[in-house]
């Protein structure tokens, strides 16, 4: 199907604060033919976002963070702090590769020397706009730590480093809960071969 498939017929603000929920009235064709009646659907609007998961080659390790999230604490789920990779919105004029070496310093205090893509996907499309831009970024995690993050926006972020075969175990354990995350470490478990012989 393509864009002409669908046909977005109205779209109405229905809050708008840190972020943005509308609803779009939508109608569009049907795989059995003819087209679907009227229907609407509230949608989390978000800019698109870059992720980047920083990986030191030389120490085979990654560095990560942690944070509080509030769509966990909704959830009910325990804990509501989640071990993440760095992830930001682009800003207007913003490429995803500068925003990918700005939040990397902003909240990791990382360095990015070189950038690798590894895929661009929507993380929940049944509804919210977000898109995502991720790459590898090579580090140097010699003394990379701390607490780091933007007062203004409220981050208080926790930087650790770990090899990545921990940071796998972490994941196979079921601690890692951040789709992002798990999409960057599982390209890495695939990946840190070929990106070991490259950088190093």
């Not at 030389?58 to 999230?69: N, T």
């Not at 075969?165 to 789709?179: M, P």
Request: net charge negative; charged share 25%.
């Amino acid at each position: 199907m393509t864009d002409e498939d669908a046909e977005l017929l109205d779209r109405s603000i229905l809050y708008k604060g840190f972020f943005e929920m509308a609803l779009y009235t939508v109608r569009h064709r049907l795989f059995a033919g003819g087209t679907s009646p009227t229907f609407t659907r509230e949608v989390f609007v978000r800019p698109p976002v870059a992720a980047v998961l920083l990986y030191d080659p030389a120490r085979d390790s990654v560095v990560q963070i942690e944070q509080f999230r509030a769509g966990k604490l909704a959830s009910g789920r325990p804990n509501p702090w989640m071990i993440e990779i760095v992830a930001g919105i682009i800003e207007p004029g913003e490429t995803p590769e500068d925003m990918a070496h700005r939040e990397a310093m902003e909240e990791a205090g990382c360095t990015i020397l070189d950038l690798e893509p590894i895929v661009n996907f929507y993380p929940s499309a049944g509804g919210c706009s977000e898109f995502v831009y991720m790459f590898c970024g090579r580090v140097d995690s010699d003394g990379a730590g701390g607490i780091h993050g933007l007062d203004d926006e409220q981050e208080d972020i926790r930087v650790f480093v770990e090899t990545t075969d921990d940071a796998l175990t972490r994941l196979a354990s079921g601690e890692i809960e951040s789709s992002i995350a798990i999409i960057g470490l599982q390209w890495l478990a695939l990946n840190r071969d070929r990106l070991r012989a490259a950088w190093t």
